[in-house]
């Protein structure tokens, strides 16, 4: 369940408790394994998991029902839903959870079974900006072009909003490497744990990350430090951009960002001279409505410092999710169809429908993403029915209480997943999933490295794959034959058909290579490839073989602090949870660690708010407001408070944020909003009646 | 139903002009205009804050930023190197000087600023042109013919130690001449510096090989005629030209170039002849709109709310509630005025200013922090706990800090000094050191972790053994290092020995 897809050498045996520990020879995590990989095995035989299917019954409560009656009567809804509504009316959610062969299968079933467009996922909130921004950079996108371990050798290491320490410590070890011979730079609004180990922290405003890029190219063109012979021979679009961003100075981007010019200055020297840098971005400028065009900005500025394609060096973005590069590229995503080919593309749509055996008229095109498909739930929207695989959209999506909202209008609500979660909440058929170690499939973590996950353990009885969810459903719904798989080999077979010449290339991998080679990386377009661990050392994925470079101008985040709400809100993550903390709150050691959300407050705001560590404060955007426990910190920028975004309900962070999307990949504005706080109470006080009289609504 | 463009027209293609097409453009512009943009200078836009390149032998290009074809390729249309005589509001046209009538719905004016010139004695010749080897320095044509004439060893003086002189001194001293900066004013930068501050600035220029003059003026420019003293043998080579400058002491400078720098105003033939409202600029409103329907003004041509700015953050910020307005993407954007920020800095000086330099109100309070040796002056007034205006020379690292303060409104902290030192910011509200956690995926404290070192676990790998720090992520291991090396028990040496 890790990020990084650590290959985990667990032990086959009957007994529990499951004991999960790291592979010291694997070349990814090298035996570092994360505090949630540590304590993976308490879910596996967690006593809340879930063991049957669960209809909703007249009384509102969910109860127990077998799986073909489960089955029998999602079927038989969707099929009426869809008689009334037609086939539009029916939605699929997916995850970056998911394996390889759950995500192609899921997109198949909703264009193929259902016959709808709308299918997307949970990625949508994660990697979507990095994607969008990399096709358009390097015609192509893979978290990273090369391997982990290239980020331990290069001697400037730039981590641009990405808290590897604590949201994929196994990742440090290779940043503890880079660092004791190069320079660590992190830019993030918090001072973090990865911050706390870098040479520098440039702890910029929140929203500034484009500014901040676009000002670090104007200095390395006023500086001569840009690779003129480099852009000559391996770029395209250079002399606009350096038009562009000659009006980003760097006094003004001081203003902007709150980093200093001499900071600026040092940033890309060192990144500039080093014989090789690398820049690596996580969520924090990506989730932003302007986050395609932020990544564009560092594409911009590696690919004018002559980078992009050198020996550890270049440009690349840390994927989230366990499966969150496989995840993007099997087609659960709304415009998507496996192996990273466009479903607006005639070729595209011509080839997958020839695997899937109907005619390319027949597929769908492109559905709406994933905060667009949550918003248009209901009579309104026009999606009557949706069916979520391993995602709790409740509390992981912004503006949350509007998602609930909109979950709580549909006709059908479907979740499978191996706890019930805040969405299951609504849900009107609730199936029970088997988890990471019960069954086999493939994942691609963030190297493009296609690897195996073992089945070690049998599931619980009653408990089923979301295979099963769709095969039992697909079959009701008069495709059977072409969900009839016996093994998730059979189903990884034909994925490998569907890609076969496209963009992420998986026809050359198979089960028995990622075995024997520890893992292949794509693309890979034939059995004896030896697949591709660097991409762009010769070419960039262009017909001319040349990168691109883009015009991006700083804008304003969708809502800024104003004289209401005068503050910035930030989310992100703690180590001990993940994404929207379904199962890690359920592990008794991370729940303990951190039983709660804290909002992080710089002392000087604190002092002005009379705030202290312990005490309660309201934080309200124009969504909603959230009652927080307070910890006041110098980590955090006086004029920014920080939240996860783990925990639902009352607590959920979500509750504020800004669905504002990005134009080109649908990323909605989880980094930036205006909020205000007050003190609602302080540490020590025993009259908690001052919360409930100040309003705690959530 | 197809509605007929309205014809938008910017008289002037400075930088406020490039903000505001750019604004524009981004707010799908041509979907309601046809837009016309009318040049005094030949070419496109450049970016007039950079011109010390051009000056120090950048390639023009190197600071274009909108080169004709970029209009072309965007459906505007540039008249470039045609000067706009006045605008007939009543008939709503365009006069150009060469007599070409240009009709328009909307018209806006930036005409930007003209450089402030000095009746110097002796500076300009019997047609009342500027003698060779006089310069103002304000347009690319300038800067070119500035550096067509500077040769190193010459002498350069410079009039006026402002922001614009000491950069054009800086340029010049790089390029090998010989350079005084002669200054009115009693310091330097004394619109931007308070008195203490302007000479701690003239302390680095000097040290960065430029010579001041303080508290001066010129009296005279001495021509080759003049034979003023120092002047060289080889100033008569050049017929016409300068030789030098007479102070108001009675002093002489030799002098192969003077370049004037003192100041700017705003430019207001074209509105004048237009008959639009002016005092110090062209009077506009929240929405940078004249009195005159249909006719705005933006940039250093125009005056809001009874000031005009010379600087070019302001003429952007205009630039985007005009796009707004004219293109209806935000109808109740609204313009309320500019914070100042001034920013000084290349290799040698440092200076950063913003909002007031000197208390205004009897309760403002100043703060000043003074190191002598290292040249450094940093100076904060407060009002209440709101900042209201500082300056830096020197030492600038707070100013990122200081001008988001200012811009936002936020309080200071209790004592504002923490602002200077960042970094010292909270450092009692932190854990206490004993209590804080190293090792986060396992949870180890500081304290727990030096009890185990003394207790004998002296390597890394044998405090890991023991308390588990360090066999998660490992992200603390270089922690748990320094930690081993600080508190482990030194080996008896005299053991060692034996």
Known sequence: ?698 | MTVRKKRLVVVGNGMATCRLLDELLARDVLARYEIAVFGEEKGGAYNRVLLSRVLGGDDPDAITTKPPGWYAARGLTLFDGVTVRRIDTAAKVVETADGLRHRYDVAVLATGSQPQVPPLAGMTDAEGALRRGVFVYRTMVDCLEMRAHARPGDNAVVLGGGLLGLEAAKVLSDGGLHVTVIHAGKTLMNVQLDELGGEMLERQIESCGIFVRSGRTIEEVLTDGDAGAGAGSGAGARGGGIVGVRLDDGKTLAADLLVLACGVRPRLDVARASGLPINRGIIVNDTLATEVPGVYAIGECAEHGGRTYGIVAPAWEQATVLADVLTGANPQARYRGSKIYTRLKVAGFDVASMGRIEPELESDEVIQVVETRKGSYRKLVVRGRALVGATLVGNTAATSALVQILDRGDPLPEDPLEVLCPGAAGASARESQAERIVCQCHKVSTAHLRQAIMSGATSVEALSAVTRAGTGCGSCRTELTQLVVRHAPEAPRAAAVS
């Open chain 1, 1 to 698: 369940m890790s990020v990084t897809a650590t290959a985990t050498a667990q032990h086959l045996e009957r007994e529990p408790p499951l004991e999960v520990k790291p592979d010291p020879d694997f070349p990814v995590n090298r035996g570092q394994m994360c505090i949630k990989g540590f304590t993976a095995g308490d879910l596996i035989d967690h006593p809340a998991r879930l063991t049957t299917p669960l209809l909703r019954g007249r009384d509102g409560r969910l109860v127990p029902a077998t799986w073909d009656a489960a089955l029998d009567l999602v079927a038989e809804r969707l099929i009426r839903i869809r008689e009334a509504h037609g086939p539009a009316a029916l939605a699929g959610f997916g995850s970056g959870g998911l394996t390889n062969e759950k995500a192609y299968l899921l997109g198949k079933f909703v264009r193929v079974a259902l016959g709808s467009p709308n299918v997307d996922y949970n990625g949508r909130y994660c990697m979507s900006s990095a994607a969008a921004g990399q096709n358009r950079a390097f015609g192509i996108d893979r978290g990273l072009p090369f391997p982990v371990s290239d980020i331990g050798r290069t001697k400037v290491l730039v981590l641009w909003g990405a808290n590897s320490a604590e949201t994929m410590p196994p990742l440090m070890q290779w940043v503890h490497e880079q660092r004791a011979a190069g320079k660590l730079i992190v830019v993030d609004p918090r001072r973090t744990e990865t911050a706390r180990v870098a040479h520098h922290h440039l702890q910029l405003t929140p929203g500034s990350d484009l500014a901040l890029a676009n000002g670090l190219l104007h200095l390395a063109i006023d500086q001569r430090l840009v690779d003129l012979e480099y852009i000559a021979r391996r770029t395209e679009g250079f002399e606009a951009v350096r038009r562009a961003v000659m009006e980003v100075h760097p006094a003004h981007v001081e203003r902007l960002t709150g980093v200093s010019i001499d900071d600026q200055l040092r940033t890309v020297r060192q990144l500039a001279t080093a014989p090789s840098g690398m820049l690596l971005s996580g969520r924090g400028p990506e989730q932003q409505s302007k986050g395609t065009d932020t990544v564009l900005a560092f594409t911009n500025l590696m690919l004018a410092l002559g980078k992009v394609g050198l020996p550890a060096s270049g440009y690349g973005c840390l994927t989230g999710q366990g499966n969150g590069q496989g995840g993007r590229e099997h087609g659960q995503k709304a415009d998507q169809l496996p192996g990273y080919r466009l479903i607006e593309s005639p070729e595209d749509r011509e080839a997958v429908a020839r695997v899937w055996g109907i005619e390319a008229g027949a597929l769908p095109g492109k559905g709406k993403s994933a905060y667009e498909l949550l918003d248009a739930l209901g009579p309104e929207g026009g999606i009557r029915a949706l069916l979520v695989f391993g995602s709790n959209v409740a509390v992981a999506s912004p503006d949350a209480r509007n998602v609930r909202r909109k979950l709580a209008r549909l006709e059908l609500l479907v979740v499978a997943d191996t706890f019930e979660n805040e969405t299951a909440a609504d849900a009107d058929a609730v199936f029970p999933i088997t988890a990471w170690a019960e069954e086999e499939g493939t994942m691609t973590n963030l190297e493009g490295r296609v690897i195996l996950r073992q089945r070690v353990r049998a599931a619980p009885p009653g408990v089923r794959s979301d295979v099963d969810v769709i095969r039992g459903l697909a079959e009701r719904l008069g495709h059977g034959e072409r969900f009839a798989f016996s093994s998730s080999e059979s189903i990884f077979d034909e994925l490998r058909r569907a890609t076969a010449g496209a963009r992420a290339d998986y026809s050359g991998i198979s089960y028995a290579r990622i075995r024997r080679e520890q893992g292949v990386f794509w693309p890979c377009p034939a059995p004896d490839h030896p697949g591709t661990p660097r991409l762009f050392e010769e070419r960039f994925s262009f017909p001319d073989g040349k990168a691109r470079m883009h015009v991006v101008r700083d804008r304003p985040a969708a809502e800024l602090p104003d004289a209401e709400y005068p503050l910035y809100f930030t989310t992100g993550r703690y180590k001990e949870h993940y994404n929207s903390g379904a199962q890690t709150r359920r592990v008794a050691a991370l729940a303990e660690a951190r039983p709660e959300p804290r909002v992080q407050m710089h002392p000087w705001l604190a002092e002005a708010l009379g705030a202290v560590s312990g005490g309660e404060a309201l934080v309200e955007s124009r969504r909603g407001a959230v009652t927080f426990t307070v910890e006041v910190t110098p980590d955090i920028r006086p004029d920014t408070l920080f939240a996860p975004f783990h925990w639902g309900g009352k607590s959920a962070a979500n509750i504020l944020t800004n669905p504002a999307l990005d134009p080109q990949s649908r990323m909605p504005e989880f980094k930036v909003c205006a909020v205000r706080a007050r003190i609602v109470r302080r540490a020590g006080d025993r009259a908690p009646g001052s919360a409930e009289a100040a309003g705690r609504i959530a």
